[in-house]
């Protein structure tokens, strides 16, 4: 069922067999995605994603006292949450999987450029074709929000920690803050469109044949995202699979009501109107809205944040 890494987008006739196949709508869709993952959700493997990745795995799990030996990744796309976290010094040997081989296939090629251990499967994350205590620590970044079955894709992390391993899953969109993006995403799709059909900004609006292609690439997004999560009834699934120390921590409010339209506004765009300066803005602005809601945290629930991590580990 592998799709060509990161080359065509799926055909009409792909995209209608994946309404019924999830599994396959998960793989097409990331295997076309794959070529250009990095440079659409800027992902990097410098200070500024490396500070990402270790202050949202920190935020939840605590800075540990000594680096985890073998680190298994479910869904890892192209290696931004391994990678980042190996150079943050927090994983010595890192295994990545994803169920697409295109992404498996750029992780392993980022980790090659920058001379890190690391290993790479084609897994799909609820059957892990790994044995009993394999390793010290599991992680995954933006991925089970795409599992059918969460449930099964814990009792399998539970089962491949070696006793006192920990689980860290960040970066999953919440219930409440799914909705307040999605919205605002939408709005802004409607502004910007509506601006760059005005003659003195029509050279802005990227061409049509490029948004057909996103188009066609949204309409899978329907089908390969599943859920959206409650911080409470998370914590409850990961119970449910026998881990213990259970820990839910939620990140970005108005960081997301920011970012979401901002990457709109790059999607409706082409590139050379945007460029440097803008990007410059958009991080820097995030930077100050995500301390902005730390200290929000005390009175906002944390429901209404964007992105909900858990963390827990095995007591066998
Ligand atoms: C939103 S991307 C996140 C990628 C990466 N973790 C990151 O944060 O950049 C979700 C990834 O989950 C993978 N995925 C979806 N379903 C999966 C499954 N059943 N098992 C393993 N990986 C899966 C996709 O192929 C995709 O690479």
């Not at 060509?4 to 019924?20: L, S």
């Not at 079955?149 to 539970?158: H, K, L, N, P």
């Not at 899953?169 to 910007?192: D, F, K, M, Y």
Request: contains cysteine.
């Amino acid at each position: 069922m592998a799709a060509e890494p990161g080359r065509e987008p799926a055909t009409a006739e792909q995209v209608e067999a994946a309404w019924q196949d999830t599994k396959l709508a998960q793989v097409l869709y990331h295997d076309w995605e794959s070529g250009s993952y990095d440079e659409k959700w800027s992902i990097s493997f410098d200070q500024r994603c490396t500070d990402y990745a270790r202050d949202r795995f920190t935020a939840v799990a605590g800075v540990p006292p000594r680096p985890y030996g073998r680190s298994l990744e479910i869904g890892a796309g192209t290696g931004f949450f391994t990678l980042n976290l190996m150079l943050a010094g927090l994983i010595e040997h890192g295994t990545v999987t994803d169920i697409s081989a295109g992404m498996v296939e750029v992780a392993l090629a980022n980790a090659g450029r920058l001379g890190l251990d690391v290993e790479g499967q084609v897994v799909d994350a609820e059957r892990l074709p790994f044995p009993d205590d394999s390793f010290d620590l599991v992680v995954g970044h933006a991925v089970i929000h795409h599992l059918p079955d969460v449930a099964s894709a814990f009792a399998e992390i539970a089962r491949v920690l070696r006793p006192g391993g920990r689980v860290v899953i960040c970066g999953e969109p919440t219930r409440v803050g799914h909705r307040v993006a999605r919205r605002l995403s939408s709005l802004t799709w409607s502004a910007t469109r509506a601006l760059t059909r005005l003659r003195p900004l029509r050279s802005w609006a990227r061409p049509e044949a490029e948004l057909d292609e996103s188009s066609r690439a949204a309409a899978l997004e329907a089908v390969v995202d599943l859920h959206t999560f409650d911080p409470d009834e998370l914590a409850a699934t990961v119970r449910a699979a026998g881990l213990v120390g259970v820990r839910t921590h939620t990140d970005e409010l108005t960081a997301a009501w920011f970012g979401w339209p901002v990457r709109t506004v790059e999607a409706a765009l082409t590139e050379e109107r945007l460029g440097f300066r803008w990007r410059m803005f958009a991080y820097r602005s995030w930077l100050t809205l995500d301390r902005v809601d730390r200290r929000l945290s005390a009175v906002v629930p944390p429901g209404w944040y964007y992105n909900v991590s858990v963390t827990a580990f095995t007591h066998r």
